[in-house]
């Protein structure tokens, strides 16, 4: 598999021009009070999180690009996420945009998303029945509130 089969695409869409994608994941952990005999601590993880980061090229069109994800940016809403070929999707936020332009070179821009909820497997399938305050969805006959 190489970097060219995972596209990132936000809210169905993919990621216009994208450069490159990366995706971290991190537990949490709560320090017990036990140590071992030899004192060394142990600790319990508590909650995990993820950040998807992208970079991409500037683009005009109407395609998922600078000006697209800079108004959704702004309006704070929870998107969803898909990485094709690694086969991972769930929710999140962009939560940060940055854009390059130097004087000799094209327009370039940087971006994260802040996942939220739990990574799953790209062929469940979401139907999204009502978006207000809460997102109720049905996940094939379970129902995920993501508020």
Same mark, same amino acid.
């Given at each position: 598999?190489?970097?060219?089969?995972?596209?990132?695409?936000?809210?169905?869409?993919p990621? *216009?021009?994208?450069?490159?994608?990366?995706?971290?994941?991190?537990?949490?952990f709560?320090?017990?009070?036990?140590?071992?005999? *030899?004192? *060394?601590l142990?600790?319990?993880?508590?909650?995990?999180?993820?950040?998807i980061?992208f970079? *991409?090229?500037?683009?005009? #069109?109407d395609?998922?690009?600078?000006?697209?994800?800079?108004?959704?940016?702004?309006?704070m809403?929870?998107?969803?996420?898909?990485?094709?070929?690694?086969?991972d999707s769930? /929710?999140g936020?962009l939560?940060?945009?940055e854009?390059?332009?130097?004087? #000799?070179?094209?327009?370039? /821009?940087?971006?994260?998303i802040?996942?939220y909820?739990?990574i799953?497997?790209?062929?469940?399938i979401?139907?999204?029945?009502?978006q207000?305050? #809460?997102?109720?969805?049905?996940n094939?006959m379970?129902y995920?509130?993501?508020?």
């Amino acid at each position: 598999m190489n970097g060219n089969e995972a596209i990132l695409y936000w809210n169905d869409e993919p990621i *216009a021009c994208l450069t490159s994608n990366s995706m971290s994941e991190v537990l949490s952990f709560l320090t017990t009070c036990k140590t071992t005999q *030899a004192g *060394a601590l142990k600790f319990i993880p508590v909650a995990n999180s993820y950040t998807i980061n992208f970079e *991409a090229v500037m683009i005009t #069109d109407d395609l998922m690009s600078w000006d697209s994800l800079s108004t959704l940016t702004r309006g704070m809403e929870l998107g969803s996420w898909e990485l094709s070929g690694i086969q991972d999707s769930g /929710f999140g936020h962009l939560s940060n945009l940055e854009m390059v332009a130097s004087s #000799d070179g094209i327009i370039t /821009f940087t971006g994260s998303i802040l996942g939220y909820g739990e990574i799953v497997p790209t062929d469940q399938i979401f139907n999204v029945w009502y978006q207000d305050i #809460d997102t109720y969805v049905n996940n094939v006959m379970k129902y995920v509130f993501v508020n």
